[in-house]
């Protein structure tokens, strides 16, 4: 399989996520989204990559603890909203909110990886998929 990475205007999009241990953040987050190694992790650092192209996540072992709320974060937008929270939690994830959020049809949790890294998993309304081609 040939890498396509994401682009952006003057080159290619990564993000990056610190984290306290390169081996449970890669088995997290390999996990949940459904990505790859790209290769042996080479301390500070270990490089995840989808199968079928698009943004790298970029894992770069910290060793300062995650102080306060995280400012960027990932979305991960599902059909079944509790169905997706579950298997987050089952790998490792922490649930932040009792109940989903709602604004306008739209219905939410927001979560934390084992860093304490937020993200959020979100049920959009059935016309967002409609709208959108996407499975």
């Not at 079944?80 to 939690?89: I, M, P, Q, S, T």
């Not at 937020?118 to 709208?131: A, H």
Request: with cysteine; proline share 7%.
């Amino acid at each position: 399989m040939t890498r396509r990475p994401q682009p952006y205007l003057r080159g290619e999009l990564v993000v990056v996520i610190d984290c306290s241990d390169l081996e449970r953040s890669a088995e997290f987050w390999t996990s949940l989204l459904g990505y790859t190694r790209a290769g042996a992790a080479v301390e500070p650092y270990q490089s995840l990559v989808p199968p079928d192209g698009g943004f790298e996540l970029l894992l770069q072992h910290v060793l300062e603890a995650k102080q306060a709320k995280t400012r960027v974060h990932l979305d991960l937008r599902t059909r079944d909203l509790e169905a997706e929270v579950e298997r987050a939690r089952s790998l490792g994830a922490a649930v932040l909110t009792e109940e989903p959020i709602v604004e306008e049809g739209w219905g939410w949790h927001v979560l934390a990886d084992p860093d304490g890294n937020e993200f959020c998993v979100l049920q959009p309304p059935e016309s967002y998929w409609r709208d959108h081609g996407s499975s």
